[in-house]
């Protein structure tokens, strides 16, 4: 199957085969379900688990598991096949309406940050349906839930549904505010960029910090870098083009919009843009993107890294999260509009947004924290660790005008009063993109920019949904009580933007006026994930999610220990790492070389040479020698640093630890391998170098 159009879906149980396959009361019946959340009937799903049994065994599954996303960051499955033996020796091809519906794996691996013993090994998936069921490796994979025996979530995909349900419910009462008392549902839509590297992967094989860790650990720049910018939407090499070629063939397979695809703006650095879609399919699809990325790579002699920055003095990798709220109708609420009942719901909209990012920087903030993300963030590549938001001059000076009652600057030259006069038609593109904002507006939607290329994009967008869920819970409770709706209105934006306007910046986010001009707003800035994560369980972000009935405050305070644990985890690994390198291959190699050295000293002094002979060599072994004693005694504090760890029992402690202790040893250590592989011959070195992991494609 060569043609896009016949390709595309192939592999998915999507609407069109429901439609095709189901008896009609069956259908309709299920789109209830999807669409409004109603229980499924176990008859329903009797004949939906038939029906998408029989499709799948058509295209060769012998297999079904149960899908989900644990606290891992990654994806979980356990396969059960279709078969059931009968009593003459045979086998039959079984599927009932209880196994599509839930599933019982094993729970008792997966990270609970405290919320169950280990011997509580119970847990439960429960079917998605608003995720369609896909074919993988012959397999039925059906998107689910995940939580403890219980109860207790214990994944990503709950909440995050939790989320949007919030989400709608507050939307839909500012909607009916507006006369809109006919809205289904609203629900929070994403466009995830996913940037990448690739390099060749018997490089990657010879490199045990790639291995291990994901980014290379040591390693000194090479002689180009991006300096020409000549990587940046350049032709795509041979190679490379294959292995985009098979991921969008094997992506459209399973209905994943694949749209863009070019070089970034690193050497060996490429990114995919997909079409935008529910965030909830959103999430699981990009799961599959990356997925997808890491099995298909080696087949073309490559290996793909999504680790935020892989390599040091280059651009590290995102996951811009295009976020944006729309009806079920296909009404986009952040899309400006042309009339004047329009202009003033876009703009509450518009203001609940500014709110909420307002009210709850810091949280935005941790739900893009991890060890990984900290190279990348205001590393003028991405946008600082410091929280804004961008609007564009257009939109800012209109908000100013209604704060101050001014007239506006436009051809109109109207002093704008919400919900009587129009506003300026404001094209998707109304200024230069700012890319240098964490949280730019653009257009129709907002581009959160600060989310880590390994990340679930499950976990931004849980933060999203239930901040700006709660704006809009606070201004539904505000105008629902007012006499005069349009006069509330008005005094409510007002009031918003005057009370949140601090979080606006349109400016250069790597500029130093701006970190100065921060601390006289009053804004958060927490410069490492250290700084950020153990405030995750803080009461005010326990509260606004216990409000909304997306965590409870168990679930917040569990989730916060688990993030804790795997950025110590991660620069323990890291750390170990690094000792292993430096013990087996660094000085291993430096040492030999300076044996090669000093045995051609001696050499030319036995032939009667004078000291002006060999005094380049000399000065070699002499700056060899010191520098490979300095690194000893960097293995040496980084060992006593790892030492450390294990006497400190509070994690908030642990974590600060890691960051002041532990990786300050690491880049210590790192400062004087790297001087070290500048010095010693290119046949000693034990690992490829900068230069052959991004130029040897």
């Not at 869920?469 to 934006?493: M, P, W, Y």
Request: with cysteine.
């Amino acid at each position: 199957m060569n043609n896009a159009i016949e390709l595309f879906g192939s592999m998915v149980f999507n609407d069109q085969i429901m439609h095709q396959r189901l008896p009609k009361d069956t259908y309709m019946s299920l789109k209830q379900t999807i669409s409004k959340g109603k229980e499924l009937d176990i008859n329903v799903a009797n004949v939906v688990a038939n029906a998408m049994k029989d499709w799948a065994i058509e295209k060769g599954a012998t297999h079904f598991t149960h899908w989900f996303q644990p606290m891992t960051g990654i994806t979980a499955e356990k396969h059960d096949s279709f078969i059931s033996p009968q009593a003459d020796g045979s086998v039959i091809m079984e599927f009932s309406g209880k196994e599509l519906i839930s599933g019982e794996p094993d729970a008792s691996s997966f990270p609970s940050g405290g919320l169950r013993a280990t011997f509580e090994a119970r847990g439960y998936t429960a079917w998605d349906p608003t995720s369609y069921a896909f074919i993988k490796d012959n397999t039925l994979y059906i998107p689910t839930a995940f939580c403890s025996y219980g109860g207790e979530v214990l994944d990503k995909k709950t909440p995050l549904l939790k989320s949007m349900e919030a989400l709608s419910y507050q939307a839909k009462r500012i909607l009916a505010l507006f006369g809109q008392t006919n809205v289904d549902n609203v629900v929070p839509t994403v466009g995830a960029e996913q940037e990448y590297f690739l390099i060749d992967k018997s490089n990657y094989e010879k490199r045990k910090d790639l291995i291990f860790s994901g980014r290379t650990l040591f390693g000194a720049k090479a002689p180009k870098g991006q300096e020409l910018e000549d990587h940046y939407f350049g032709t795509i090499k041979p190679r490379v083009s294959a292995f985009m070629q098979e991921l969008d063939a094997e992506l459209w397979k399973l209905g994943i919009p694949s749209k863009i695809k070019h070089n970034e703006a690193a050497p060996a650095q490429h990114e995919l843009a997909p079409i935008y879609e529910t965030v909830n399919i959103a999430t699981d699809h990009n799961q599959l993107i990356m997925e997808f990325m890491k099995k298909i790579a080696p087949r073309h002699g490559l290996f793909c890294l999504l680790h935020e920055k892989p390599f040091a003095g280059i651009n590290g990798s995102g996951k811009h999260n295009n976020w944006s709220m729309s009806t079920t109708k296909g009404v986009n609420l952040l899309e400006p509009g042309t009339s004047p009942h329009e202009n003033a719901q876009f703009l509450l909209f518009l203001c609940a947004v500014v709110k909420a990012v307002d009210d709850y920087q810091e949280l935005l903030r941790i739900s893009v924290a991890g060890a990984g993300n900290d190279h990348r963030l205001g590393a003028h590549e991405a946008p600082p660790a410091i929280v804004s938001l961008f609007l564009g001059e257009e939109l800012t000076n209109i908000l100013e005008s209604i704060d101050k009652g001014k007239q506006y600057d436009n051809k109109s030259k109207q002093v704008l009063t919400v919900g009587v006069h129009v506003l300026p038609n404001i094209p998707k593109d109304t200024t230069d993109r700012n890319r240098t904002s964490p949280f730019a507006f653009t257009g129709n939607k907002f581009e959160f920019r600060m989310v880590g290329s390994t990340f679930s994009i499950a976990g931004p967008n849980i933060v999203l949904n239930t901040i700006v869920a709660e704006s809009l819970r606070q201004f539904a409770d505000t105008l629902e009580k007012a006499d005069n709706f349009t006069g509330a209105l008005n005094d409510l934006i007002k009031k918003t933007i005057r009370k949140h306007k601090r979080i606006i910046f349109n400016g250069n986010n790597y500029c130093d006026e701006w970190v100065k001009e921060t601390e006289k707003r009053g804004l958060s800035n927490l410069k490492t994930a250290a700084d950020a994560l153990p405030l995750f369980s803080a009461k005010k972000h326990i509260d606004v999610f216990e409000k909304h009935n997306v965590f409870t405050k168990s679930e917040v305070e569990s989730r916060c220990e688990i993030l804790c644990e795997s950025y110590c985890k991660t620069l323990h690994i890291e750390a170990l790492t690094m000792l292993d390198m430096s013990k087996k291959d660094i000085l291993p190699a430096v040492l030999a070389y300076i044996k090669e050295l000093s045995e051609t000293i001696a050499v030319k002094k036995v032939i009667g040479g004078s000291s002006i002979d060999f005094e380049v060599e000399l000065s070699l072994v002499k700056r060899l020698s010191n520098l490979s004693k300095s690194l000893q005694e960097k293995i040496e504090a980084l060992d006593k640093a790892i030492l450390g760890t294990y006497a400190i029992e509070k994690m908030s402690e642990k974590v600060k630890y890691y960051r002041e202790a532990v990786f300050t040893a690491m880049q210590e250590m790192r400062a004087v391998a790297d001087e070290l592989e500048t010095n010693v011959a290119a046949k000693y070195w034990p690992f490829p170098t900068y230069g052959e992991l991004l130029f040897n494609i």
